[in-house]
Nanobody, 120 residues
Framework: QVQVVESGGGLVQAGGSLRLSCVVS????????LGWYRQAPGKEREFVAG???????RYEDSVKGRFTISRDNSRRTVSLQMNSLKPEDTAVYHC??????????????WGQGTQVTVSS
């Protein structure tokens, strides 16, 4: 079965950068849909960025121009480079992976998440 494990969260000042990574196992990574979501306290989990079979990255509007999603098939890893971080980016960030280019929702498997805290 598909498993995902995130790493790279932490505490950073506003304007700083963090890079999140997610290792995916249990599936043919080369045909896996990948994405990052986040959940802030008191809010619903929301889509942040994704990569599907067309390899075109997709982003939630508030992170466009600041976040970059990328994949490394040789390392079975999807990364999220986050620049110009804002306090409102504070959340638990979750990786999600779906096999065989299936849509992330509802087919994707969730990781446990990694905390990102941006101080003002």
């Amino acid at each position: 079965q598909v498993q995902v494990v995130e790493s790279g969260g932490g505490l950073v000042q506003a304007g700083g950068s963090l890079r999140l990574s997610c290792v995916v196992s249990g599936t043919d990574f080369s045909v896996t849909s990948l994405g990052w979501y986040r959940q802030a306290p008191g809010k619903e989990r929301e889509f942040v960025a994704g990569l599907g079979r067309d390899f075109r990255p997709r982003y939630e509007d508030s992170v466009k121009g600041r976040f970059t999603i990328s994949r490394d098939n040789s390392r079975r890893t999807v990364s999220l480079q986050m620049n110009s971080l804002k306090p409102e980016d504070t959340a638990v960030y979750h990786c999600r992976a779906a096999p065989k280019w299936l849509p992330l929702s509802p087919n994707g498997v969730w990781g446990q998440g990694t905390q990102v805290t941006v101080s003002s």
